[in-house]
């Protein structure tokens, strides 16, 4: 078996007027270590394999299982321990706590984990240090640009070094010098402590590094056609 397996997944989102097919029976299968860039336009359920991995969404049929366990007979609360320890999440919007600065929200899954105080700090310099904001600590994130934002977002989603980490659309708004350090961010960790990859997106720049490496890319409209 796989590290993350869809296994006959199939979901439909229904609102008061209509219903919307989302997946039918759909499998897919990824590798411990894989860097899997799924693309294509929105609306076709990219985001959505991402909340079905990280345990925000459950399937209407079907399993998902991630290092041989079924996440959909885990409780809530497994749920939650689940995404804290092993998922890292690096949204679109960046998600920032605006009331925090930047020490704080990195700190933010490390305090959920259960971390010890001086263990905390040091990880969150480590973290700051790698990402190259160490003299922004206590700024806040209105102060910083879009691309020291993603950056803090960033080193919050790997604080707790998960073993999958899921990016909805991570350069969508950056520019181009910042989108690329960003994917060079994730792919270091790809590379150097064999972190599994789920990156969903549009954008080109993704494609174009993520194409490379061990690397695999997946068209959305494919993977839903054969489902």
């Given at each position: 078996m796989s590290f993350i397996n869809f296994e006959n997944i199939s979901l439909t989102y229904r609102t008061k007027t209509q219903t919307i097919p989302i997946f039918d029976d759909l499998n897919l299968s990824i590798d411990k270590g894989e860097f899997v860039t799924v693309y294509g336009p929105s609306g076709k359920g990219k985001s959505t394999l991402l909340n079905l991995v990280s345990g925000f969404l459950r399937p209407d049929?079907?399993?998902?299982?991630?290092?041989?366990?079924?996440?959909c007979a885990l409780s809530e609360n497994e749920v939650c321990a689940y995404r804290n320890k092993r998922i890292g999440y690096i949204f679109q919007q960046f998600n920032l706590i605006y009331q925090f600065n930047v020490r704080d929200n990195v700190a933010v899954p490390l305090l959920l984990s259960g971390m010890k105080k001086y263990d905390i700090e040091r990880r969150v310099d480590e973290l700051l240090d790698m990402i190259g904001l160490s003299n922004r600590k206590n700024e806040y994130p209105r102060t910083l640009s879009g691309g020291e934002q993603q950056r803090v977002a960033f080193a919050r989603a790997v604080a707790n070094d998960p073993d999958i980490i899921l990016a909805d659309e991570p350069t969508g708004n950056l520019d181009s010098a910042n989108g690329r350090k960003l994917i060079k961010l994730i792919k270091d960790l790809n590379t150097d402590k064999n972190i599994t990859?789920?990156?969903?997106?549009?954008?080109?720049?993704?494609?174009?590094?993520?194409?490379?490496?061990?690397?695999?890319?997946?068209?959305?409209?494919?993977?839903?056609m054969q489902s």
């Open positions: 049929s079907g399993k998902i299982f991630v290092d041989g366990s079924d996440l990859v789920l990156c969903v997106t549009h954008d080109a720049r993704i494609l174009e590094q993520s194409g490379s490496g061990g690397s695999r890319m997946i068209d959305i409209e494919t993977i839903t």
